[in-house]
């Protein structure tokens, strides 16, 4: 499953850019990818998984903004069409799991 965050927030103060940077730093470092400028996601195994990510995120919403969680199987987000450009990916970006001995 995969964790989709969406997020509008303001940046017109220097308390609000504050805030801006604070959220991103906290959804990179716990290890979503940037997949737009305010869209993020992560790789969850389950739905246990899903309800930690999403109270997690609910711990560390800035005070002002707009923030979406969405929800998706691995099967809805492979059907993502992407019209123009390509996609980026710095991490592995999968769930496949393989054991070398």
């Known amino acids: 499953m995969r964790v989709l965050v969406f997020f509008d927030l303001p940046v017109i103060t220097s ?11 906290f959804l990179l470092k ?23 990510i999403v109270d997690n995120v609910h ?3 800035p005070e002002e903004g707009l923030i979406q969680l969405l929800t998706v199987t691995e099967k809805q987000y492979a ?8 996609v980026k990916s710095e991490v592995l970006d999968s769930d496949e799991r393989l054991v070398v001995l």
């Open 15 to 25: 308390e609000n850019r504050r805030a801006y940077s604070k959220f991103r730093k």
């Open 59 to 61: 711990k560390n919403k």
């Open 79 to 86: 059907k993502m069409d992407i019209i123009i450009g390509e």
């Open 30 to 52: 716990n290890g979503f990818m940037m997949l737009q400028e305010s869209v993020y996601c992560k790789l969850a195994l389950n739905g246990t998984a899903v309800n930690a």
